[in-house]
């Protein structure tokens, strides 16, 4: 059984950097996985952030980026708000099904 | 306005079934694939099932398949989801979720609000 894994807790501070990574059990992420990177707040339906790797939604705020990052996904914030505190779920591809890594819970302090 | 809404959830016993629906409206539905995510209250997000455009490629997480059966009604703008011999481990909020995929990419851009399912005695 594939497992995609992600850091459970994250904490940054108002203003920083802080990247989120998203890791395969299978071994190296690449492009072939075409990661999505979903923001979900409390209440709310997950908010899609990156797909693809990199590409970025017409929604997407320019201070988040991704891209492969020692044979992981990653999800950057550079000069991070208050609201960008939630939860962010990394979406694999495998062929013949997806995987969702466990998410992870970026608490903004 | 573009949007997906389901609906058909509820409380249901265990081993019973449950027909999920998710109506598009605002896209050009028959151009894009098709897929199911549940999540557990508390809990992360869990990709469920998809379809493609035209019904051609289905594919099933191991934990459904063989129960649960995805389907389309292209004319009807609607995405379904069958759910038999149902579990307690299947309740959770699901959702209905469009994703517009190309050769070298995939984006799952638009999602709905979800319906909750129960299952319990």
């Known amino acids: 059984q594939t497992v995609v894994t992600q850091e459970p807790s994250l904490t940054v501070s108002p203003g920083g950097t802080v990247t989120l990574t998203c890791g395969s059990s299978?071994?190296?992420?690449?492009?072939?996985?075409?990661a999505n990177w979903f923001q979900q707040k409390p209440g709310q339906a997950p908010r899609a952030l990156i797909y693809?790797?990199?590409y970025k939604h017409s929604w997407t705020p320019a201070r988040f980026s991704a891209s492969l990052l020692g044979g992981k996904g990653a999800l950057t914030l550079s000069g991070v708000q208050p609201e960008d505190e939630a939860d962010y779920y990394c979406?694999?591809?495998?062929?013949?099904?997806?995987?969702f890594g466990g998410g992870t819970k970026l608490t903004v302090l | 306005e573009v949007q997906l809404v389901e609906s058909g959830g509820g409380l249901v016993q265990p081993g019973r079934s449950l027909r999920l629906s998710c109506a598009a409206s605002?896209?050009?539905?028959?151009?894009?694939?098709m897929h199911w995510v549940r999540q557990v209250a508390g809990k992360g997000l869990e990709w469920v099932s998809g379809?493609?455009?035209?019904?051609?490629?289905?594919d099933y997480a191991d934990s459904v398949k063989g129960r649960f059966t995805i389907s389309r009604d292209n004319a009807k703008n609607s995405l379904y989801l069958q759910m038999n011999s149902l579990r307690a481990e299947d309740t959770a909020l699901y959702y209905c979720?469009?994703?517009?995929?190309?050769?070298?990419?995939?984006?799952?851009?638009?999602w709905g609000q979800g319906t909750l399912v129960t299952v319990s005695s």
């Open positions: 979406l694999l591809y495998y062929r013949d099904a997806w995987v």
């Open positions: 605002g896209v050009t539905f028959d151009a894009y694939a």
């Open positions: 979720v469009k994703a517009d995929c190309g050769s070298n990419s995939c984006n799952f851009d638009l």
């Open positions: 693809s790797t990199s």
């Open positions: 299978t071994g190296a992420v690449t492009s072939g996985h075409y």
């Open positions: 379809i493609n455009w035209n019904s051609g490629k289905i």
